[in-house]
């Protein structure tokens, strides 16, 4: 009798030790110091993300019409992260699985090439987008990347489709579909205008679809290829699809002789040479805070997080829009950023539960531990009774 108490009060003994070590290892990860640094790249995704696509809007209203260069500075700035690679421990901080052996050469180059021509797709369509449509209309655009996700998780990361993403899949369609029916831009030359409303539309669309794409793609490579989830592989994930996606646009812009325009292009440029240097400057600067918060999200948290969290800046992009470019707010824009909003949110909520849902799971199980552990003792007076008779 004694000794089956003495193994009870061991069990219990353990588990709660073991459930003391897991609350603290809990804390220390998604304490101060975590909150913190998801902070800081929420700072530097959507600080980066409206200032590079402010930055490019500017570019193009102020005269400049090299759509290379506009891609080009989207990924040129990748060494810029290098030092990380030196300054942060490279130890994994996340690793989903295990494995012995490393993944093969041959493999990893097709993942990166592959990525990167995506990524430079992509580059290129957002580059068209912001050239003819105004920065508000874009952004809003912009917004149905997250109807995109949904899509591409389903096939590729068997994410479900639960009735918060298909309200969310249906408002950011309609939010989108609304854009196409408003009224012409104001021209010269009303057909032109409409044609290349059409060809922005058609470009931001693609875009949207590119970057969630993208996200897709590189989660299904972290799962099923590489099998790892650590800040080292998330920094290479990073530089060699931009790399290979650099190449190709650097050998389109020699191979199509559009650098020869490069020089016009500055000198015709409305507010000098020097602004036009610190512009393309700025937006290589605020496209790689945008890919440094981007990554920091996907590393503390999740792939979707961090595409839930690119859309946060919906709102504040078309009102710096109206005030910086004096983009025309109409009834319609505003039934789209209400719409846009809405979906946006539904998606959010969306992703709440789901991660509330292993939390009361592991809750539930440690509860039923406990019982079983607590069992012997209630039955013990009945085992030492038939004993004795």
Not at 217 to 238: G, Q, R
Request: hydrophobic share 40%; glycine share 6%.
């Amino acid at each position: 009798m004694m000794e089956i108490e003495s193994e009870t009060q061991e069990l219990c003994l353990h588990v709660n030790g073991e459930h003391a070590r897991k609350f603290s290892t809990e804390q220390r990860s998604h304490g101060y110091s975590w909150r913190i640094k998801v902070s800081l790249y929420v700072f530097l995704l959507l600080a980066g993300e409206t200032m590079a696509t402010l930055l490019g809007r500017l570019y193009y209203e102020k005269g400049g019409k090299s759509t290379w260069l506009e891609t080009l500075v989207q990924l040129v700035g990748f060494p810029l992260t290098f030092p990380c690679y030196y300054y942060i421990n490279p130890e994994p901080s996340k690793t989903k699985s295990i494995t012995k052996e490393a993944t093969s050469f041959l493999t990893l180059s097709i993942v990166y090439i592959g990525i990167g021509l995506v990524v430079v797709g992509q580059s290129g369509l957002y580059s068209f987008g912001l050239l003819y449509l105004p920065v508000s209309t874009f952004s809003l655009i912009s917004a149905s990347q997250l109807a995109f996700n949904a899509v591409f998780s389903y096939f590729l990361n068997s994410q479900k489709i639960t009735p918060f993403i298909l309200n969310s899949l249906v408002l950011l369609t309609l939010s989108s579909t609304l854009l196409v029916i408003q009224p012409e831009p104001e021209s010269s030359s009303k057909s032109l205008a409409k044609y290349n409303y059409v060809i922005g539309y058609i470009c931001a669309f693609g875009s949207s679809a590119g970057y969630s794409l993208t996200l897709s793609l590189i989660d299904y490579a972290f799962e099923k290829v590489l099998k790892k989830h650590t800040f080292k592989e998330i920094l290479d994930m990073d530089t060699y699809p931009s790399l290979v996606a650099t190449c190709v646009v650097v050998v389109g812009l020699f191979g199509s002789g559009a650098w020869k325009t490069l020089r016009t292009d500055m000198e015709e440029f409305k507010l000098g040479k020097l602004s036009y240097i610190l512009i393309n400057i700025g937006s290589t600067i605020s496209w790689q805070a945008f890919s440094i918060g981007c990554l920091g999200l996907i590393l503390e948290v999740s792939s979707l997080f961090s595409n839930v969290i690119s859309t946060v800046g919906l709102p504040i992009v078309p009102f710096l829009g109206v005030v910086f470019f004096h983009d025309e707010m109409s009834g319609i824009k505003l039934i789209a950023l209400v719409l846009a909003i809405w979906g946006f949110v539904s998606y959010a909520y969306n992703d709440y539960v789901d991660d509330q849902k292993p939390e009361e799971a592991t809750q539930e199980k440690e509860e039923e531990e406990m019982m079983k552990l607590s069992q012997p003792e209630e039955d013990a007076p009945e085992e030492n009774s038939h004993i004795q008779a």
